[in-house]
């Protein structure tokens, strides 16, 4: 059997490994200076967009700055956030089904944590996500809440029925992306350009979204702890 | 009357201290949890001080004045993503056990 490589001696592999090594912190130190003179020269205060966006607040329906400019002012890149989600959910569900469900009970704290903390989330869910008009909070914030909700649930045994499983679970997955597009194809057909809120309107309009991009977003988000296409119970 | 101006000045020159304090321990304690996960050996180990990593970076988020992206870091960064690397280690673990012991089963099949 031809030998494909020269089999060299220990000590050589050992300097070549050492070799690559200085030359890897090298280009390190080399990119940290770099890195490390251009923020040292940024100026300290950059206002960057935020006075554009202080002066258009009251129009844009809530109070957040941060809001404002996620739902409403670049409402679109959210859109196409909500659509990267589902793509991420959907390569995932490609690579497989999800593992078998090994019989185990769980301890005592998983036994009863879920139980005391499964009602707190959803409630600290539910005021992020109404809170994020006029303070820190929002879709994402909320979402990520209620998807560690679901991560609780499944690490504590439940597994989701197979009814709920075929088309309710589709559906819920979709609804971010899905209210998004079709306020937008309403806007249009409203006369307006895609995405652009009514100020009168934009407040309510907003509400709308987030709650279903919260929906969306922890579904998907306990999806992806599932680990793959969840089992129907279908034999294929 | 001077005596007062001069102790609300040192005040707010101590205040400051204890932010730069504050920062360079946060930045400091970063960097060397980012480096032992990376550099340690066991991958329970590694992720969980990446758990931890995740939940000073919000706290770093926070000195930053965006509590926004400090909510979502905690969230998703630490918890969400923290939980994910576990299951996925533990499905590695649970991979590597099966098929260690296939290959047991066949080298006895061999020496048979």
């Known amino acids: 059997m031809k030998k494909l490589m020269n089999p060299k001696s220990m000590t050589e592999i050992v ?13 390190l130190a080399v990119m940290l200076t770099g890195l490390g003179y251009a923020v040292l020269s940024l100026p300290l205060q950059a206002p960057g967009l935020s006075e554009a966006v202080a002066k258009n607040l ?83 914030q909320a979402g990520s809440v209620l998807g560690a909700v ?19 679970l ?23 350009r895609l995405l652009e809120y009514p100020p009168a309107q934009a407040g309510a309009i907003i509400l709308l979204i987030e709650a279903t991009a919260t929906l969306s977003i922890a579904i998907t988000l306990a999806s992806l702890f599932l680990g793959g296409r969840p089992n129907s119970g279908a034999r294929k | 009357m001077e005596a007062v101006t001069v102790d609300a000045v040192s005040m707010f020159e101590t205040v400051t201290m204890l932010h730069w304090a504050f920062d360079a321990v946060l930045g ?38 965006a509590p926004d992206i400090a909510l979502a870091e905690a969230a998703i960064g630490a918890g ?22 296939h290959e047991k089963v066949d080298e006895s099949e061999v020496h048979d």
């Open chain 1, 15 to 27: 300097a070549q490994q050492m070799l690559f090594r200085l030359l890897l912190v090298a280009l």
């Open chain 2, 28 to 65: 400091f304690a970063l960097l060397w949890l980012a480096w032992l996960a990376l550099t340690s050996q066991d991958l329970f180990k590694a992720i969980v001080l990446f758990i931890a990593f995740g939940l000073l970076m919000a706290l770093a988020w926070v000195r930053l004045d």
């Open chain 1, 150 to 168: 679901g991560v609780l649930l499944l690490l504590a045994g439940w597994h989701p029925s197979a009814r709920l499983v075929r088309l309710p």
């Open chain 1, 58 to 140: 009251e129009t844009s329906g809530v109070s957040n700055p941060v809001t404002a400019v996620l739902i409403n002012f670049r409402a679109y890149d959210t859109l196409l956030e909500m659509g990267v989600l589902l793509l991420a959910l959907l390569g995932v569900w490609s690579l497989g089904g999800e593992p078998e469900q090994r019989e185990s009970s769980p301890g005592a704290v998983l036994d009863m944590l879920p139980r005391l903390l499964v009602s707190v989330l959803i409630l600290v869910a539910g005021y992020l996500l109404w809170d994020g008009g006029h303070a820190p909070g929002g879709a994402f």
């Open chain 2, 80 to 101: 969400l993503t923290g939980a994910l690397l576990l299951s996925a280690l533990a499905r590695l673990k649970s991979k590597h056990n099966t098929r260690a012991d």
């Open chain 1, 170 to 192: 589709r559906i819920a997955l979709v609804a971010g992306l899905g209210m998004f597009v079709v306020m937008g194809m309403v806007l249009i057909l409203m006369g307006r």
